[in-house]
Every structure is written in structure tokens, then in C-alpha cells.
């Protein structure tokens, strides 16, 4: 027979709350708040290690000594002495070192066409140099001594004799007739000077076996202002007089006309091309022959 079981209202709830409290507050409330205070605390986690991170990378990691350091430079200024002379030591950091500043230095020095600086986040620094390269060269007396002097483009003397910095051609054409008085690396030509050098750097770039083929250039100065260029060709004894520049095209049929000239028994001493025309004349035989 069925046994008939009935409780109050009192002993139910109280039944029910000691059930939850044996079984850990199972129900889906509990379970929720359990599940929000985990996300809280795995937030509170995750901003402590992102706000390390950021501590790290952006307030202590530009502070310390660079990690890497790269230095493309050229024989003669390299290494040790580029960092000496840009002021860069071995505590310097990401953020002590100015980029700009650093290329100005380095622009500054005379073996040096072109600094650049390149900063890269959080430790790295590269610096990547250009060489001055000689367009020609001239002779002049330093302590007594008659030594070559090489100039760039721009008219800058960055080598004395052996000197430092890449070794130069041997092909380089000679340029008399230049007064270089006490001459030091750093010196620069007349501005005067510039337009001629500057042509000589485009016909040794584009056509060096032109300027291979001239021994020496020789200025020739007015007698109140500006000058003349006199070529030496270097396996012809025929002189040739241009105005105060020389270019590509002009050189070119400079050459062609000596070619010519070879094939012949006269030749002329000399060939005048400064009215952009060339004229000569032919040298006499001497008597007897």
C-alpha cells in the first residue's frame, strides 16, 4: 500500500537549501557568477601583461644600448671610427640617437658623398655611407713634395697622395695649369671649376674609355677672367684647344677627328675647336725630309 508522504512549507525550503549548499550551488545563477568572476580575473591577468608589454617596449626597450648596430661604409672610414665620428658610443640608445643628426655629421666629413641614417624600433641602427670618387686629378707642392691631389664632382680635394679612402683609378685625366697652395683634405676648387668637373663625373660615368683616352687637361687662364681647356690626347701629339667646358659630344668628335687625322701623313699641331667649329693647320716638314 502506497505510503503518503507531506511536508510544510518550512521544512521545504529548508530541505532545498541544505541540498544546495551539499552541492555547491549548482544552479544556473551560481554557475553564471562563477563564470563572470573567471572572465574578471583573466581580464585583470591579460591587461597586467599587456601593460608590462607596452611598459617594456615602448618605456624601457628605446632606453637601453642598442642591440644592433650596422656601419656600410668604404675603406679608409669604416666601423669604429664612423660611430667616433658621429658621436654614437656604446651606450647610445633608440631614442638618444637623432637620425638627422647623425647624416649631418657624417655628411660633413670629407671622404663622404652621402650619410644616411636609418633608426629601426626598439634596437637597431644602420648607417650606410657614399665615398667622394675622384672625376681627376692635379699635382701640387705639399712639404716640399710634388704629390697628386683628388677632387670630386664637386670640386672637394679628399685625397693627397696615397691618402685615405678608396683607391682611385689609374685612369684619371691630369688637370694642369690649376694653383693649389697648400692643399688639405676638405679644400674646395673655385666654383668656376664646378661646370667642367661636373661634365667630366657624367662623361666618366656614361663613357669612360673617352676620358681614357685624354693624359691631361690644361687650363688655360684669361687674362682677366675665365679660361680656356687645352687636351692632351694620350696616344696623339695633336693638341686640342676648347672653350671653358667640355661635354660628351664635343669630346666624342674630338676623337674622331684625331682618328681621321692618323690616317694621314700631315697632321696639324694643333686643332681649335672653341668657336664650336674645328680649325687647324697643318705642321711643315722640317727641311730634308
Known amino acids: 500500500m502506497p505510503a503518503d508522504f507531506s511536508y510544510t512549507a518550512e521544512e521545504t525550503r529548508a530541505s532545498f537549501g541544505q541540498f544546495a549548499e551539499n552541492t555547491g550551488d549548482e544552479s544556473p545563477h551560481g554557475a553564471s557568477r562563477k563564470i563572470e568572476k573567471g572572465l574578471k580575473r583573466l581580464f585583470i591577468v591579460a591587461g597586467v601583461i599587456l601593460a608590462a ?3 617594456w617596449l615602448f618605456g624601457v626597450s628605446p632606453c637601453i644600448p642598442l642591440s644592433t648596430l650596422e656601419v656600410h661604409g668604404f675603406p679608409g672610414f669604416d666601423g669604429d671610427e664612423v660611430l667616433r665620428y658621429a658621436g654614437i658610443g656604446d651606450r647610445a640608445s633608440y631614442l638618444s640617437v637623432n637620425a638627422r643628426k647623425t647624416e649631418k655629421l657624417l655628411a660633413g666629413h670629407y671622404l663622404v658623398e652621402s650619410a644616411k641614417a636609418v633608426k629601426r624600433f626598439p634596437d637597431r641602427l644602420s648607417i650606410y655611407l657614399e665615398p667622394r670618387r675622384p672625376v681627376a686629378l692635379s699635382l701640387a707642392a705639399v712639404e716640399g713634395r710634388l704629390l697628386p691631389v683628388y677632387f670630386d664632382r664637386h670640386g672637394v680635394i679628399f685625397k693627397i697622395g696615397v691618402g685615405r679612402g678608396p683607391v682611385p683609378p689609374s685612369n684619371l685625366p691630369i688637370i694642369s ?7 688639405v683634405p676638405g679644400m674646395r676648387l673655385p666654383a668656376a671649376f664646378g661646370p667642367l668637373l661636373g661634365e667630366l663625373e657624367k662623361i666618366e660615368s656614361g663613357s669612360p674609355e673617352l676620358l681614357g683616352a685624354v ?9 682677366f677672367d675665365g679660361f680656356d681647356l687645352v687636351l692632351y690626347p694620350l696616344h ?3 693638341r686640342v684647344r676648347l672653350g671653358n ?3 660628351e659630344n664635343t669630346l666624342r668628335y674630338v676623337m674622331l677627328m684625331l682618328d681621321v687625322f692618323e690616317e ?9 675647336f672653341r668657336s664650336g667649329v674645328g680649325s687647324y693647320t697643318v ?5 730634308g725630309e
Open 283 to 287: 705642321k711643315e716638314a722640317p727641311p
Open 53 to 55: 608589454e607596452f611598459i
Open 245 to 247: 667646358n667640355l661635354d
Open 215 to 223: 693624359s691631361e687637361i690644361r687650363i688655360n687662364r684669361k687674362p
Open 264 to 272: 694621314q701623313e700631315s697632321v696639324p699641331g694643333e686643332i681649335d
Open 236 to 238: 696623339n701629339t695633336v
Open 177 to 183: 695649369g690649376l694653383v693649389i697652395e697648400n692643399p
